[in-house]
């Protein structure tokens, strides 16, 4: 798929549209907010088709197709956050092209600024009506069109810096004489020559690479990578722990994005879009990490805490507030977005230790099996999707193994009665396909909602009927919606999901 038949589903999901696999239908809320987005989307699909006629009059074809696909009608059930371009100048005419090509290049980024603008000037009327979530979803879409737009970087928490956005954390580190690399982290940039040489600043004097990993041996002379949001200490190596920071600087970018509103209210996302106030956007928050060198070292010292710490491949401590992981062979990328997303639902903003304690606690596990799907295809981060290995479980328990908990019941569970029962991977589907129904049913009717419920279970403010009075709907339409929604999807084929006695992704109980 093109990044324009991308985009297309990311916009046409902000104007709430839902869509079958094979058959497309929409549901759209009559109010004039929508359709003047649905007016403003008409309009420019026009001056496309108008421009990519023009390129087959110029005998531009591969032009044309890629104006055509940039709003090509194509829908599934996946969230797409829009992957920012760093460097200035996106929408510059490529010098290499023709004049021609140049010219076709400046037509079309004509239209993408004035789409930008637009879409920026409904986001702002959403926000006049309340409409928080549906203003940052046009934001990003209109800060796609143009990047560039310095009033929408700027709601997004960035600022220009030497040709690039930049992040005020980013801008103090090179305003200090640091620069960013890609194998080494943040380096002083006089460094930078002789560690690619292979030698290591070490204590106050330069040695070897090989030195280096001899002295840092043990966690406690490991080799510490910072990032804005990430504090990784490992006896592995220094690589190593530079690539495990990146992996989760991109998980807490789409996180900050997508659920903005579990940790602002409406009234700093007012002011956000007034622009007014430095962007809440950014997580002040710098968490821990521990990577040990392979799963031995990992089973030893976290055995006495975690007696069943053998069963998992990577944990979050609610306790020492640390998620911990191994290197090497058993490593798994889908558990450490699982297990890092449960510590930025507990460490941003406030939370209460043991949220989910009482009640309601599949959706603290459903969150975080959702944000285990984040991959990248194109110029997207990619979230859920029906080919996903938690929903296809899900389908298969519900369609073939006819098992379901009626909501209900399913959130009366709390933490321990949750994570002691003996179907423990059956109910971790359910999690994940009730997870999925939330974000995507009838265009992302209940994903406010579904945020909104996250807040109050880590507030300890919920109650076994929070996600009913949240929804407005009974549990029982709501059962009822999730059947609908788990037919409508495309047949499976026969096949069995083995349940273990504890998924690999559980926490051990804390």
């Not at 409406?266 to 710098?286: E, H, K, Y």
């Not at 603290?364 to 991959?375: F, S």
């Not at 899900?394 to 908990?405: G, K, N, P, S």
């Amino acid at each position: 798929m093109g990044m324009g038949s991308r985009y297309q589903l990311f916009l046409l999901r902000v104007l709430g549209c839902v869509v079958a696999f094979f058959a497309v239908t929409a549901h759209v809320s009559a109010d004039e907010l929508t359709d003047a987005v649905r007016r403003q989307t008409d309009a420019y699909r026009e001056k496309l088709e108008s421009l990519a006629k023009w390129c087959e009059s110029q005998g531009l074809m591969e032009e044309a197709e890629r104006t055509r696909r940039w709003l090509h009608p194509v829908l599934e059930d996946r969230l797409l956050v829009p992957i920012l371009p760093r460097k200035i100048g996106t929408l510059t005419p490529p010098e290499a092209e023709s004049p021609l090509q140049q010219e076709w290049y400046r037509r079309w980024a004509a239209l993408r600024k004035e789409q930008a603008d637009a879409l920026f000037a409904l986001a702002r009327g959403a926000i006049r009506q309340g409409r928080a979530a549906l203003a940052l979803d046009l934001a990003l879409a209109a800060l796609h069109e143009n990047p560039d737009h310095e009033g929408l970087r700027r709601l997004f928490g960035f600022q220009a810096y030497s040709g690039y956005w930049r992040t005020a954390y980013e801008v103090r580190r090179l305003r200090a004489g640091d620069v960013w690399h890609e194998r080494f982290g943040w380096l002083p940039k006089s460094y930078v020559a002789r560690y690619e040489q292979g030698e290591r600043f070490y204590r106050n004097r330069w040695i070897s690479a090989e030195e280096e990993r001899k002295l840092r041996s043990t966690l406690q002379n490991g080799w510490v990578v910072e990032t804005e949001h990430y504090r990784v200490l490992t006896d592995h190596s220094l690589e190593e722990g530079v690539r495990l920071a990146e992996q989760f600087e991109r998980l807490n970018e789409v996180w900050s994005r997508l659920f903005i509103r579990f940790y602002t209210s409406d009234a700093q996302i007012r002011a956000l879009f007034d622009l007014r106030n430095r962007p809440p956007l950014a997580n002040p928050v710098q968490h821990r990490i521990v990577l040990f060198r392979n799963r031995e070292e990992y089973n030893a010292a976290l055995k006495s805490r975690f007696p069943q710490v053998e069963l998992s491949v990577g944990l979050y401590d609610g306790v020492s507030r640390c998620c911990y992981f191994f290197a090497g062979a058993g490593f798994d990328a889908s558990t450490a977005y699982h297990e890092a997303t449960h510590q930025l639902f507990q460490e941003v903003g406030r939370s209460v230790p043991n949220p989910g304690f009482r009640c309601n606690y599949w959706v603290i596990e459903g969150a975080a099996m959702y944000l285990e799907t984040l991959r990248q295809e194109g110029d997207f981060f990619v979230l859920g999707g029906i080919d996903t290995p938690r929903l296809l479980a899900a389908r298969v328990r519900f369609l073939q193994d006819h098992f379901y908990i009626p909501l209900e019941k399913f959130c009366s569970f709390g933490m321990e009665e949750f994570q002691t029962d003996s179907r423990i991977g059956a109910l971790y589907s359910q999690a994940a396909g009730l997870t999925q129904f939330f974000m995507h049913f009838d265009g992302g009717r209940y994903r406010d909602a579904l945020v909104n419920f996250l807040a109050a279970v880590y507030l300890g403010r919920d109650n076994p009927n929070s996600l009913s009075e949240l929804t407005g709907v009974r549990f029982t339409q709501l059962d009822e919606q999730y059947a609908a929604y788990m037919r409508s999807l495309p047949s499976l084929p026969m096949m069995r999901i083995e349940e273990p006695a504890q998924d690999a992704s559980s926490r051990p109980a804390r």
